[in-house]
């Protein structure tokens, strides 16, 4: 992104004079210089000081195949050869020492500044930017509940893009070179064949950009295949540029139209919601209008203010500081635990990135780039490479290894080391041995979840393909369970299931586990979306097909942060369906949810931080309609561990050297194994409950 090396060379000494015609082939470009300046104030400022995104990012990746796609033009109509090999180990010579900075930069601030729970997560990016696949890495976690849901801000997001760019940087090459030797075997004219090229791939990516957007905006925002098109247009348009003659006054109107509508784009649209898909060509057709602008050489031109030599010398460490703003954004808000910088804050985060930036490219970019000894043999700049990788890649995999050291030790641990909620029960002995750690282990409590051990299969396997996915069994498995057990829910109830799994191991059970996360099982389904009302009505059938002995519920919903708490919509309705068929139901209170992440505060502050101990009644009410509910349906039975959650009526963050929860609403596994016992005998005293 903002790549100074495949903008058109600066002349040095005197500059070369310039036409005023539009479409003029010309050696330098000042106002598409000072377009990416502009281009990176805007993501910087909206990201420091609005919390949006400005649609900044897609005119970058316009900038940056419109100067590829000029550059490879000239090399083939001037007859030269491509050399690939070369172009590849220039161009990542020249990105990778900046990146290498960067990311050394943020591995030694998540020692510093970020609490234990954020380095695994940073630690996989890490890698991910360094090769370039951070989007994907993105993309998975957009679709991964527990990631999307509970994960903070990285500092390593912004790579997203740049591994777009990597990727296209690799692509577009080979583009170039079939279209080279389809030309000479065919006869046909190189411009118009790469025309045709790019509009296919531009239509194609366009319309799967718009169709992917609405079907799932989240993981087109970082689909490389989405973008395509805004690549293919930067191309387009330099193929298109120099038989594109428009009088002066129209490029003045096109170059002041250009500007306010890439400045416009970010206040008007949201671009974190409705991007790609069709909204991206706003910006990316604004940059289009002023690139065709071009030099107009009036006062009143748009090219005057951006051809503005300030402008044009931030645009050369534009990479720079597009690499270096995110990371110290992040940390400050990290450090001051702030959800956003204020005007003064964000002014002087700006003017930092901005220094260290111009004093990255002047000391290690500059010089790198410029070297003629280096640039002599394709190997020194391999060379150069492989040492930036190898920076980068050794203490990543020295982190990497001493946390898996400590979590190994950790889980080497005996159980009386963890005692959890045994803590809190009648008759327990203190055994935790001196300097036993808490579990689970900061560097991994996000995956503290729950995993079956097989797929449903055969008869097991429930018709609609989406449930079946979400299936899977544990227990006994051989044919000789004594009984079928069902979970079935969202994501509480998925860290449920550890205890229901614990006791059908004790009673000689099949447990089958069917999960619609982010989706209230029992629920009244016509306020619902339609991934969660038709997991219910799916799920429904499958419970009454298979017609288990018991199914385990949530039957409440609690609120982030306030008391409120209310019996699952249309809850005892639902229940009926099953105890009507002579399936036992289980319903299970809700846990509290907090706005603060628990391990993170325990972390941070310390597990005996006021800070981090919530008071139960601010965020449950003192009675719960679980109470009343199913008070006449002799197969339904309810039950409350509150307790054992929040002793004392305080939720804190750790009880008996287990943290209680994995973010902020849900309650790890590891503790719910320490209740699974409690929670077995809180059955057992039921009426009509037999184990």
């Excluded at 889980?411 to 005692?419: I, K, L, R, T």
């Excluded at 309810?638 to 939720?651: A, K």
């Amino acid at each position: 992104m903002l790549l100074e090396t495949m903008s058109p060379a600066k002349p040095r000494g005197r500059r070369r004079a310039v036409s005023p015609v539009a479409g003029e082939s010309r050696k330098f470009l000042p106002e598409v210089q000072g377009l990416r300046a502009v281009a990176v104030l805007m993501v910087v400022a909206y990201h420091v000081w609005f919390g949006r995104i400005s649609g900044g990012v897609d005119i970058f990746l316009l900038i940056s195949s419109f100067l590829l796609t000029g550059q490879f033009v000239r090399k083939l109509e001037s007859g030269r050869a491509l050399e690939l090999g070369q172009y590849w180990a220039h161009l990542f010579k020249r990105l990778l020492p900046l990146i290498a900075v960067t990311l050394l930069a943020v591995l030694g601030a998540a020692r510093l500044f970020l609490p234990s729970s954020a380095w695994s997560g940073v630690f996989k990016q890490a890698w991910a930017s360094l090769f370039y696949y951070q989007n994907w890495f993105l993309a998975a976690e957009s679709v991964d509940y527990y990631a999307t849901d509970h994960s903070l801000a990285s500092p390593l997001q912004h790579f997203w893009s740049l591994s777009i760019q990597g990727q296209i940087f690799i692509l577009w090459p080979l583009i170039f070179a079939g279209a080279a030797l389809a030309a000479k075997r065919w006869q046909l004219r190189i411009r118009p064949l790469l025309v045709c090229s790019f509009g296919a791939v531009f239509a194609l990516s366009l319309v799967f950009s718009i169709v992917t957007t609405q079907t799932n905006q989240s993981f087109a925002y970082f689909d490389t295949r989405t973008r395509l098109w805004e690549f293919a247009l930067g191309s387009l348009l330099a193929l298109a540029l120099p038989y594109l003659r428009f009088g002066r006054q129209v490029r003045i109107v096109m170059g002041w139209v250009g500007v306010v509508a890439m400045l416009s784009c970010g206040l008007i649209l949201q671009v974190g919601q409705q991007f790609p898909g069709c909204m991206a060509l706003w910006p990316t057709l604004a940059a289009a209008f002023i690139i065709v602008a071009g030099f107009t050489d009036s006062p009143r031109g748009a090219d005057r203010f951006l051809s503005w030599k300030p402008l044009v010398k931030l645009g050369d460490s534009s990479y720079a500081l597009y690499l270096f703003h995110w990371p110290i954004l992040v940390i400050f808000l990290i450090v001051s635990d702030q959800q956003q910088a204020g005007p003064f804050s964000g002014l002087v985060i700006i003017i930092v990135a901005m220094v260290a930036a111009a004093m990255a490219t002047k000391y290690i970019d500059t010089p790198l780039r410029r070297n003629k000894w280096i640039e002599k043999k394709r190997r020194r700049a391999v060379t150069v490479i492989a040492v930036c990788v190898l920076l980068v890649a050794a203490p990543l995999a020295t982190g990497q290894s001493q946390v898996r050291a400590a979590a190994e030790a950790a889980g080497a641990q005996v159980p009386s080391d963890n005692p959890g909620a045994l803590t809190l029960l009648p008759g327990y002995v203190d055994k935790v041995s001196e300097g036993a750690v808490v579990l689970p282990a900061l560097v991994g409590i996000i995956g503290d979840w729950p995993k079956y051990a097989a797929k449903c299969e055969g008869v097991d396997t429930p018709e609609s393909e989406a449930l079946a996915k979400k299936c899977t069994q544990d227990g006994v498995l051989d044919g000789s369970a004594v009984e079928n057990v069902i979970v079935v829910g969202n994501s509480h109830a998925d860290h449920l299931s550890g205890a229901v799994r614990s006791m059908a191991q004790v009673n000689g059970w099949k447990v089958t586990k069917i999960l619609g996360l982010g989706c209230v099982f029992g629920a009244d389904t016509s306020g619902q979306d339609s991934r969660c009302s038709a997991f219910n009505d799916e799920a429904e059938q499958y419970i009454l097909k298979m017609q288990p002995d018991r199914i385990f519920t949530i039957a409440t919903k609690t609120t982030e942060s306030t008391p409120d708490e209310e019996l699952v919509p249309g809850y005892e309705d639902s229940i009926r369906t099953f105890t009507d068929a002579g399936i036992a139901v289980v319903g299970v209170r809700d846990n509290p949810r907090f706005t603060i992440d628990m391990p993170w505060c325990a972390d941070s502050k310390g597990p005996d931080s006021a800070e981090c101990k919530v008071p139960l009644d601010t965020v449950m009410p003192a009675v719960s309609q679980l109470d009343q509910a199913g008070a006449d349906n002799p197969l339904f039975f309810p039950v409350d561990m509150t307790d054992l959650i929040c002793p004392e009526s305080v939720c804190a963050p750790v009880v008996g050297n287990v943290h209680v929860y994995i973010d902020n609403n849900h309650v790890s596994q590891t503790y719910w194994n320490t209740m699974a016992s409690e929670f077995a005998k809180r059955l057992s005293v039921q009426r009509g409950w037999s184990q």
